[in-house]
């Protein structure tokens, strides 16, 4: 299991609500409406952000909006943090699960 991983599982562990799941063939956490919240893509965390969360996100060097593959088109809300952000990885978690939870 890589660090990625390990790290993902102790956070979706410590999300009362939190569901685990999968989304493009990844890991990653449901809320209980059944709308993905983040998810483990390869050395990153990919969170759905908005507003402020967003905005401090993608103003780490390194983080951009997510896109899974390179002819792809972005995808809007998905924030990719990698493993160098680890630390801010669990707010993260917590900030993008209350978020989505929000979404119909």
Same mark, same amino acid.
């Given at each position: 299991?890589?660090?990625? &991983?390990?790290?993902?599982?102790? #956070?979706?562990?410590? =999300?009362? &609500?939190? +569901? +685990?799941?999968?989304?493009?063939?990844?890991?990653?956490?449901?809320a209980p409406n059944g709308k993905a919240a983040f998810m483990a893509w390869k050395d990153n965390l990919v969170f759905k952000l908005? !507003? &402020?969360?967003?905005?401090?996100?993608? $103003? =780490? *060097? !390194?983080?951009?909006?997510?896109?899974?593959?390179?002819?792809?088109?972005?995808?809007?809300?998905? #924030?990719?943090?990698?493993? *160098? @952000? &680890?630390? +801010?990885?669990?707010?993260?978690?917590? /900030? $993008? =699960?209350? @978020?989505? /939870?929000?979404? +119909?």
């Amino acid at each position: 299991m890589t660090r990625t &991983e390990e790290l993902f599982h102790e #956070i979706a562990e410590s =999300l009362p &609500e939190a +569901k +685990k799941s999968k989304m493009f063939g990844a890991i990653c956490v449901k809320a209980p409406n059944g709308k993905a919240a983040f998810m483990a893509w390869k050395d990153n965390l990919v969170f759905k952000l908005e !507003g &402020e969360a967003q905005k401090e996100a993608l $103003s =780490l *060097d !390194g983080c951009e909006v997510f896109r899974p593959m390179p002819e792809r088109p972005p995808m809007g809300g998905w #924030i990719r943090v990698p493993v *160098d @952000y &680890e630390n +801010k990885w669990p707010a993260l978690a917590a /900030k $993008s =699960l209350a @978020y989505v /939870k929000t979404l +119909k």
